[in-house]
């Protein structure tokens, strides 16, 4: 069974500066791309960035792009979101999920990812 386990959230003002982690195991992390998705209070999860199972390829949400990358290291077991210029409509919880797929491609759905994390809140003042 894949456990997610997300850290690295917590308070900060617009225009700084955070990166999130997220732990894998339970099986063969090179075996799954990675996402990244956000839930604002009272909206939709959204997607927010994934990366591929072996990281060739990276897909960013459009209010991302520019100021969130997502580097992976597959030694570690373990996908990363590098958040700059954070603005207060960045806030959220941030869920990491992973997705089991033979693919080199990655999804924006949440329907195509099967494991997802507990959440990890990022509050952002203005």
């Known amino acids: 069974q894949v456990q997610l386990v997300e850290s690295g959230g917590g308070l900060l003002q617009a225009g700084g500066s955070l990166r999130l982690s997220c732990a894998f195991s339970?099986?063969?992390?090179?075996?799954?791309?990675m996402g990244w998705f956000r839930q604002a209070p009272g909206k939709e999860r959204d997607f927010v960035a994934a990366?591929?199972?072996?990281?060739?390829?990276?897909n960013y949400g459009d209010a991302v792009k520019g100021r969130f990358t997502l580097p992976r290291d597959n030694n570690k077991n373990t996908v990363f979101l590098q958040m700059n210029s954070l603005k207060s409509d960045d806030t959220g919880v941030y869920y990491c999920?992973?997705?089991?797929?033979?693919?080199?491609?990655?999804?924006?759905?949440?329907?195509?990812?099967?494991?997802w994390g507990q959440g990890t809140q990022v509050p952002v003042s203005s």
């Open positions: 999920a992973a997705d089991r797929t033979i693919s080199s491609s990655t999804s924006t759905q949440l329907h195509d990812y099967e494991y």
């Open positions: 339970g099986r063969a992390f090179s075996r799954y791309s």
């Open positions: 990366i591929s199972r072996a990281g060739g390829t990276r």
